[in-house]
């Protein structure tokens, strides 16, 4: 096994298809034969619910890892998919970021837990909340890469902006070897213009960092989670499923020091 790449996949927007994103390129991930580990940060949990999870029956998850409760080894489940296990989140996060204020190191807290068992993985996969909190900067600290999922919209742009300049400011303070992984545009509707004009926004700005795979905007990719399973096994045949291969494909390729 080569050297793990853990990538945080986050932005402050809500809705843009984070955790589709997570759930369905870790999987094929996994498909295409990568030990690949999803670690849900998100409170919302899903993640851990898209995965096949009971996340309200969990006893146990990222939150009591937080808190030094428990080490992340021991909280890692299997999925629906072999080769993918998660980390579990459910609303007891919410209470997180005050329970840290008054702790030591704490925006390195899943950087120090995650030493222990990154070496077990090709790719670890971190589905940030959609906001820029104390749990969205210890994954920005933890990853080498940050994938960012955009809607095709016209506020898109402006969200851009602030997240690439908080990465910046993590980057220069506490993780001087984060990178961009790159760009992923989501609920892609190609019957409008807008969406078109979108990408081609975003790519004058950031070149080679936007992926060309770009997510369709796709029934059968929303309804996936709803049966607590990922696109390509929900629908094998479906555009979402061909989309997030593709990809898979793409992060799999890209060269990393």
């Given amino acids: 096994m080569g050297k793990v790449r853990i990538i945080a996949v986050t932005n402050q927007k809500g809705g843009v298809g984070k955790s589709t994103t997570v759930i369905n390129l870790s999987a094929c991930l996994a498909e295409a034969g990568k030990k690949v580990l999803a670690i849900d940060v998100d409170q919302q949990g899903n993640t851990t619910s898209g995965l096949g999870l009971d996340k309200n029956g969990m006893e146990q998850t990222i ?16 999925t629906v998919v072999d080769g993918l296990e998660v980390i579990p989140a459910n609303i007891s996060l919410t209470g997180a970021e005050i329970e840290l204020i008054g702790k030591e190191n704490r925006e390195f807290v899943l950087k120090e837990e995650l030493a222990k068992i990154k070496d077990e993985y090709d790719f670890i996969l971190i589905d940030c909340p959609p906001s820029l909190n104390l749990i969205t900067v210890n994954a920005l600290i933890a990853a080498d890469t940050v994938l960012v ?6 506020f898109a742009l402006e969200g851009l902006e602030q997240l690439l300049y908080t990465i910046n400011l993590v980057k220069k303070r506490l993780n001087p070897e984060l990178a961009i992984e790159g760009i992923v545009f989501t ?39 709803s049966h607590g399973l990922p696109i390509h096994l929900y629908d094998p ?21």
């Fill in 63 to 78: 939150y009591n890892v937080f808190l030094n409760e428990i080490g992340i080894e021991d909280i890692r489940h299997k």
């Fill in 149 to 154: 999922p955009i809607q095709c919209e016209y």
């Fill in 187 to 225: 609920m892609y509707d190609a019957r409008t213009n807008l969406s078109m004009q979108v990408v081609e926004e975003v790519k004058r700005s950031l070149g080679n960092t936007v992926y060309r795979s770009i997510i369709p905007r796709n029934v059968r990719l929303g309804e996936a989670p």
């Fill in 237 to 257: 045949k479906s555009k979402g499923t061909e989309s997030y291969r593709l990809l898979a494909e793409e992060v799999m390729d890209k060269e990393w020091n």
